[in-house]
């Protein structure tokens, strides 16, 4: 035996490589490079932990599979979108994939050669805060991904689910003491290139900057680490190991080419307003407030979301059970909070909210208008709600006929898109995710069913929840008692845009 590990050599390589010691248990994580800020690092693995990461555990999907549950939902547990972040070392930005799957964020080899402040200003990123940026995340959407299920529709789930991230990340970044700030108007082909992006078929739809209060932008971390086994997994900095994307297809090409008149990659940056955003829209004022609904205002506890977050889940399908009213005023708290965003308008911006009750206990079924600034409930007409109305809003979605109330977020999207064009498109779909974010969290909290639905008739929609003339559903949340034996199964009338079978290409 002796002999033969002598004159073998491709053995002797092999029991050298296995031998463990203290400098090799982690031969792919190398030491940062000089000037990287380990407190943002150490900082930033638990904000995307948090913000768009796995929680631990998994869940059924449809089909009967079983997927590793994340923090933030996904139109059919897709997630057509990458995350790349970028951080300084000091002279040059460098870039990270994180690969949620892997836990893992690896060096990205087509990093840009200049300083992060350059990377900033040359990308358009508009200063909405007032202290350096140390790290930029950008939400990189890849359509196909979404489009070869779900056809035209699929891209609006992009933009979706990429406003869901967006603001978990920026709720993540504050319980971690970081200040963030949400970027749509900005130079999306700089950036694309910059990135090395081109030709893939990818597209940045959002930037999120990190930026440190002055009193945390110290040689210590902004805030704790997360503890271990606090419900999410931290990724893991890899700086030796190299991430490339996944080529595209031909299908994929023709496809991103077809989206050509549609997606801000192919249009010019819109005029950055930097300042606070909210995403809710207050209704007309009642002719008579008497008839409001006023809500019990939960005691919810200041930062707290880093914890209800890696509860969030979404429900597979309902019993047939009433949510309580207290409930629904907890699913309704904060969903006026601000964001720092470039997107910050004169004129009031956002969604409205229509709660349309069906089984609510202590609420008269019908459609009500919700007003943040006065906690309440308007009444807008109505009567009562059959499980074959739910049923039919919800394209047949048979799992969600026991809900016991439906959320509507609306807007009047033809004059928006006459006015904003693709700005407009993008930024209303972020205000929807940015509620329905709040919402899901809300729902761990209140120990709620709560599952996001893109799929829906929109004319029944509207009809059911008695909205305004030109009002259009953007995105329907439907709450209550989750039923833990539900199971979701595919089928092609709701595989596909409004339930109309199509081809996987716009």
Not at 166 to 179: F, P, Q
Request: glycine residues 10%; contains cysteine.
């Amino acid at each position: 035996m002796r002999t033969q590990l002598r004159s073998d050599t491709s053995l002797l390589e092999f029991w050298e490589a296995t031998r463990l010691s203290d400098d090799a248990r982690y031969p792919d994580q190398a030491e940062p490079t000089a000037g990287t800020d380990e407190a943002i690092r150490a900082a930033l693995a638990g904000v995307l932990g948090h913000g768009c990461g796995q929680r631990v555990g998994t869940v059924l999907a449809k089909g009967g599979t079983f997927v590793q549950a994340r923090t933030t939902p996904s139109a059919g547990a897709l997630y057509p979108f990458e995350v790349l972040v970028g951080l300084s070392d000091g002279e040059r930005c460098v870039s990270y994939l994180y690969e949620v799957d892997s836990g893992q964020l690896n060096s990205f080899s087509s990093a840009p050669p200049v300083p992060l402040a350059e990377l900033v200003a040359q990308a358009g990123l508009a200063d909405v805060e007032p202290a350096p940026v140390r790290a930029v995340i950008t939400l990189v959407a890849r359509p196909w991904t979404s489009m070869a299920k779900y056809g035209r529709r699929g891209y609006l789930y992009t933009y979706l689910d990429i406003g869901h991230a967006a603001t978990n990340l920026a709720l993540a970044a504050r319980a971690a003491g970081l200040e963030a700030a949400i970027h749509l108007r900005f130079r999306r082909q700089w950036l694309a290139h910059a990135l090395g992006l081109a030709g893939t078929c990818r597209e940045p739809q959002a930037v999120v900057t990190i930026t440190a209060p002055e009193e945390t932008s110290t040689d210590r971390p902004a805030a704790d680490p997360p503890a271990d086994g606090d419900g999410v997994v931290t990724p893991v900095w890899r700086d030796r190991r190299q991430a490339r994307l996944e080529p595209p297809g031909d299908p994929e090409r023709r496809n991103f080419e077809a989206l050509r008149d549609i997606s801000l990659a192919y249009a010019p940056a819109a005029v950055a307003r930097p300042g606070r955003i909210v995403s809710v829209t207050e209704p007309p004022p009642p002719a008579d407030v008497s008839a409001d609904v006023v809500l019990r205002r939960p005691g919810s506890v200041p930062g707290d979301h880093a914890a209800l977050a890696v509860l969030r889940q979404s429900a597979k399908g309902f019993l047939p059970a009433a949510v309580s009213l207290d409930q629904l005023a907890g699913l309704l708290e904060g969903l006026d909070g601000q964001l720092a965003a470039d997107f910050a308008e004169s004129a009031p911006a956002g969604v409205g909210v229509r709660v349309v009750a069906r089984a609510v206990t202590g609420l008269t079924p019908g459609a009500y208008a919700w007003s943040a600034r006065r906690y309440a409930l308007q009444p807008a007409g109505g009567g009562p709600v059959e499980e074959e109305d739910v049923l039919a809003t919800c394209q047949r979605q048979d799992g969600l006929r026991h809900a016991g109330a439906l959320v509507l977020l609306h807007t009047p999207l033809r004059s928006l898109l006459r006015e904003q064009g693709r700005a407009g498109l993008a930024e209303v779909h972020f205000h929807a995710a940015h509620v329905a974010q709040r919402m899901c969290v809300n729902a761990a909290r209140e120990r709620v069913g709560i599952t996001c639905v893109g799929g829906f008739d929109e004319a029944h929609a509207a009809r059911l929840g008695r909205l305004p003339r030109g009002g259009e559903a953007i995105y329907l949340l439907a709450v209550g008692v989750a039923d833990p034996a539900a199971r979701k199964v595919d089928r092609d009338p709701v595989a596909y845009s409004h339930g109309r079978k199509a081809a996987g290409l716009i």
